[in-house]
């Protein structure tokens, strides 16, 4: 059975940090491209950031290039997404996802997606 499950949500004051993880079970986590998304309330669900199977690769959304760092561990099938300087806006569901594929497609197509974790932001 596929899983991607998340954590390290939470409520955190402006400017502060939370790391989230993703861990993956099920399928050849080190094959995939994994990729995190977000959707706060009443907005689509829009791309964080994608990294490539080998972790060569990565990719993030304007917003938050400079301030979150996707990363992974093929030993442990696990993602994260360090997410330092966070702001108000930040404050969404955060999932993760998998794709066979590359970082592009798992910024499009994702094969496989978690339930999420909240996190807000206060000020």
């Known amino acids: 059975q596929v899983q991607l499950v998340e954590s390290g949500g939470g409520l955190v004051q402006a400017g502060g940090s939370l790391r989230l993880s993703c861990a993956a079970s099920g399928f050849t986590f080190s094959s995939y491209a994994v990729g995190w998304f977000r959707q706060a309330p009443g907005k689509e669900r829009e791309f964080v950031a994608a990294e490539s199977w080998s972790g060569f690769r990565t990719t993030y959304a304007d917003s938050v290039k400079g301030r979150f760092t996707i990363s992974r561990d093929n030993a442990r099938n696990t993602a994260y997404l360090q997410m330092n300087s966070l702001k108000r806006e930040d404050t969404a569901h955060y999932y993760c996802?998998?794709?066979?594929?590359?970082?592009?497609?798992?910024?499009?197509?994702?094969?496989?997606w978690g339930q999420g974790t909240q996190v807000t932001v206060s000020s």
């Open positions: 996802a998998a794709a066979a594929g590359g970082a592009t497609v798992v910024r499009t197509t994702p094969d496989y």
